[in-house]
């Protein structure tokens, strides 16, 4: 099954998607996970990456692409993806097809999780994840269940996104409207969008999107 879990910063995508990866056995393919390596990494393309993601803008979609392409023909993808983050642009969307087709592959689904500006810079403000395991926490919503302590791994580390700050949210929006929100329409027009309400709690959400995944 390959799925995207489509919607702006903030929505959901990466807390859904690893439920998915639990319930479904499928792997979550996460290009801001994959820059944020690099960054960390201090490669080239980190190097790059961070100056254009500091500023909440995108990163060209000719790497993208390329990174997307190398990644998705690993073995642990075999058994499905979910992809979070990616495409960001109509150009991506066309190349992620070609690739696939390339393949003799498709998409099952695109999900578009729907959710209110208002509710993605609280969301945003709040965010925090396991420093090991990558585990997604918000100081108000989704706190560990013991104070300090993640529960998927027991970490005690955690860590915020530099890019997680009111200044960038407001870019990382513009750019969402501007670049990404184009893909709604050409996924529609392939009979493939189906919405979800990303504004519920976080197990509704999970809810909707099995439900989803049910009837395809
Ligand atoms: P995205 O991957 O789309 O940027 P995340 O999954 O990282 O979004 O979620 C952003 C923040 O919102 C996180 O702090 C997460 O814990 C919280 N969150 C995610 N889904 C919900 C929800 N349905 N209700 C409330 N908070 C949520
Ligand atoms: P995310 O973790 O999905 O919120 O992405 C964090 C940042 O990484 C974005 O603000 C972009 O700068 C960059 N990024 C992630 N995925 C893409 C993509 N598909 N195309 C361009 N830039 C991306």
Redesign the pocket.
């Known amino acids: 099954m390959k799925l995207i879990?489509l919607?702006?910063?903030?929505?959901?995508?990466?807390?859904?998607?690893?439920r998915l990866e639990e319930s479904r056995g499928l792997k979550q393919v996460?290009t801001?996970d994959m820059l944020r390596a690099a960054v960390h990494d201090g490669t080239p393309l980190g190097l790059e990456a961070d100056r254009i993601m500091k500023a909440g803008k995108l990163v060209p979609d000719g790497i993208m692409i390329d990174m997307i392409a190398e990644r998705i023909g690993q073995p642990d993808c075999r058994r499905g993806v979910i992809l979070?983050?990616f495409p960001r642009t109509v150009r991506q969307a066309e190349a992620l097809d070609a690739m696939l087709a390339s393949r003799s592959q498709g998409l099952d689904a695109v999900i578009e999780?729907v959710?209110d500006d208002a509710?993605?810079v609280e969301?945003?403000a709040?965010?925090?994840?396991c420093a090991k395991c990558g585990a997604?926490?918000?100081?108000k919503?989704?706190q560990p269940k013991s104070p300090g302590i993640c529960d998927v791994c027991g970490s005690k580390e955690f860590k915020r996104r530099p890019d997680d700050n009111p200044q960038t949210v407001q870019a990382r929006l513009q750019e969402y409207y501007q670049q990404t929100a184009p893909i709604v329409p050409y996924y529609k027009q392939k009979g493939l969008l189906r919405q979800v309400d990303?504004?519920?709690?976080?197990d509704?959400?999970t809810r909707q999107i099995e439900a989803v995944l049910e009837g395809l």
């Open positions: 879990l919607g702006p910063p903030g929505a959901g995508k990466g807390t859904q998607a690893k996460s801001g979070d983050g999780m959710v509710v993605l969301r945003i709040g965010r925090y994840s997604v926490y918000h100081d919503t989704q990303g504004m519920a709690q976080v509704a959400v």
